[in-house]
């Protein structure tokens, strides 16, 4: 197991694919925090990771609210050391820019850019005082693509994706390493209401289907273990071929 021995924070980890990167890596052997708004949600997932014989604990926080990073900081360092980050957490209004009001602004690009900012801001220098850690920021093809309506959620992610560039030349030299994970459709309880539709969105891509959170876990699981030594500063597209064609 190549985590063995890690604590990996995971936000937004209470469903989707958050919860399955902490699934995943509970199966390699990290202790993951949970991290999330909702007490019982995040406690079915570690009871989940506990009952299929992996460590996890729950860390309940806002990312949303003012103080939500300060008290997620906290809360995790309860459990010690934090080696491996993973910036999940986010929201994605399909609107387009007339529709697209200043609080959901506000909103989308606190807690998409924002809150992954301060998140890293407080660990990534504990990381790189003992010389060893990893940073995952989730973002999406959207930052590479031009979408009317995932305009601001599209701007939200490339703008991640530039802080991921940014803080792999400020933290690799002392051996921190943060990449990036731009997942394509994935089937999730976010995107169920999509239906069939998501479906026949992804039929002319190379997979033929939407992605699944296992998939994206799975390139989560590599960039946090010892195999991505030398990956910094890379987003990892992980969407079944949309960007090939």
Not at 118 to 143: E, V, W, Y
Not at 148 to 163: D, F, H, N
Not at 187 to 203: I, K, M, Q, V, W
């Amino acid at each position: 197991m190549q985590l063995t021995g890690f604590r990996a924070l995971v936000t937004g980890a209470t469903s989707g694919i958050g919860r399955a990167i902490a699934e995943a890596f509970a199966r390699e052997g990290a202790h993951v925090l949970v991290a999330g708004r909702d007490a019982a949600r995040a406690t079915e997932v570690v009871d989940g990771i506990t009952a299929a014989g992996g460590d996890a604990s729950p860390v309940i926080a806002d990312l949303g609210a003012p103080d939500g990073v300060a008290a997620l900081v906290e809360a995790a360092k309860a459990h010690g050391p934090i080696d491996v980050l993973v910036n999940n957490a986010g929201i994605y209004p399909l609107l387009d820019t007339p529709q697209t009001d200043e609080k959901t602004f506000e909103a989308t690009m606190n807690l998409n850019v924002r809150a992954p900012f301060f998140l890293t801001a407080a660990l990534a220098p504990l990381m790189a005082a003992r010389g060893h850690g990893r940073i995952i920021n989730i973002s999406s093809i959207a930052a590479h693509l031009g979408t009317s309506t995932m305009v601001l959620y599209g701007a939200s992610k490339a703008a991640l994706e530039s802080l991921t560039k940014a803080w792999a030349a400020e933290f690799g030299p002392s051996g921190v390493n943060v990449n990036a994970i731009a997942p394509g459709p994935t089937r999730t309880p976010g995107t169920a209401p999509l239906g069939a539709g998501l479906d026949e969105f992804t039929s002319t891509f190379p997979a033929g289907r939407p992605g699944t959170p296992e998939e994206i876990a799975g390139a989560a699981v590599y960039l946090a273990g010892p195999g991505a030594a030398f990956v910094h500063g890379a987003t990892v597209v992980v969407d079944g071929g949309r960007m090939a064609i």
